[in-house]
């Protein structure tokens, strides 16, 4: 695998990038059963929604190439889907895998149904980012929250995908880039990418994104997404909706990018999609050093939920939806997968 590829399959377990040590380190771990890729999601070693559906997947076949089977598989797959409750791409990849493993198919096909779904993966952030890349202007600042490059998605990424695309095809953008508290995904990953990429961006604390939005010419903002609800209700990394709110006060576009497998079409609306809270520590203590009084009470949810009427579209691997989203995220759910599934192809 490339050094900089944040996921791999390698005969016996799945190489990947531990998100954790970067920026510093680029380290490669392997998850050879099921309870290290447990551990991997739930400790965002591994993360990213459309990342995590193609690790999940790759967990799957690594319990069936172990002689795992019926029950037994489910109940591994299971334990998989269920590592973060709120990115619905683990459970899609998850449950398609169960499917085509109810449906009969051995070890070698199922993991060829995942090498499929990491490969769609590919495909469709190709397709995000051609899209996304033309709702940029020719020159100006944008502003992202989280990460959404590559190492979200073995791919080229959803909105950070989509700036990246902008870039090479010529546009002069200057990307402001949330640090994304607690877990700073911003600072160690999404500049790590844009460094990488070539892109020119400057790194802002996430209080300090409503000013950067008025004082710094800012077009855009780009975000990803790890559920979004068939009335467009996003859920997205916490500190999305207030970044919504206030580009929506200064009139600047917000475009969220994420792919069909993104949306849960049997979601009315957002107030149904589980909000994951984590660990009091990871907000009590930054880089091993407390910055609050141990038995601080502590609010720490992962996530947001962003509501649909905020967002000026949403780009998906088939276009653009524009608002009402009730009827276009409707059209989206009709459309087929992009490529077909792998015992399909043999």
């Avoid at 490059?149 to 953008?173: D, E, F, N, S, V």
Wanted: glycine content about 10%; some cysteine.
């Amino acid at each position: 695998m490339s050094d900089f590829s944040p996921l791999a399959w390698d005969g016996d377990a799945v190489i990947y990038i531990d998100q954790r040590e970067l920026p510093a380190r680029v380290v490669h771990r392997r998850a050879a059963t099921t309870g290290e890729v447990v551990e991997a999601i739930a400790t965002l070693a591994v993360r990213g929604a459309p990342l995590l559906g193609a690790f999940g997947a790759y967990g799957v076949a690594l319990a069936a190439a172990d002689g795992t089977s019926g029950q037994a598989l489910r109940e591994q797959a299971l334990r998989i889907r269920a590592a973060r409750p709120t990115a619905v791409n683990l459970m899609w990849a998850v449950d398609r895998m169960l499917e085509a493993a109810e449906a009969g198919a051995g070890s070698a096909a199922l993991l060829a149904q995942a090498q499929a779904i990491h490969r769609e993966t590919r495909e469709t952030d190709a397709r995000m980012a051609a899209f996304g890349a033309e709702l940029l202007p020719a020159q100006g600042a944008i502003l992202t929250h989280c990460n959404t490059g590559p190492l979200a998605t073995g791919g080229a990424g959803t909105a950070l995908g989509a700036i990246i695309a902008a870039h090479r095809a010529g546009k002069r953008l200057h990307v402001y880039v949330d640090e994304t508290r607690p877990l700073l995904q911003g600072a160690r990953l999404t500049t790590f990418e844009l460094r990488q990429a070539g892109v020119p961006a400057t790194l802002i604390v996430d209080g300090a994104a409503a000013a950067t939005l008025r004082d710094k010419n800012v077009q855009a903002v780009l975000v990803g997404a790890d559920r979004i609800a068939r009335n467009g209700d996003t859920a997205n990394k916490i500190g999305t909706y207030g970044l919504a709110v206030a580009a929506a006060h200064h009139g600047i576009p917000f475009y969220v990018v994420a792919p069909r497998a993104t949306f849960d079409f049997t979601l009315a609306s957002g107030d149904a999609i589980p909000i994951e809270e984590r660990a009091h520590d990871e907000v009590r203590a930054l880089g091993g050093k407390a910055t609050a009084p141990a038995d601080m009470d502590v609010y720490n949810p992962a996530f947001d939920v962003t509501p649909g009427h905020l967002l000026t579209a949403i780009v998906t691997e088939y276009g653009v939806l524009q608002p009402p989203y009730l009827e276009s995220i409707a059209t989206l759910e009709l459309r087929p997968r992009l490529l077909p599934r792998a015992e399909e192809v043999g």
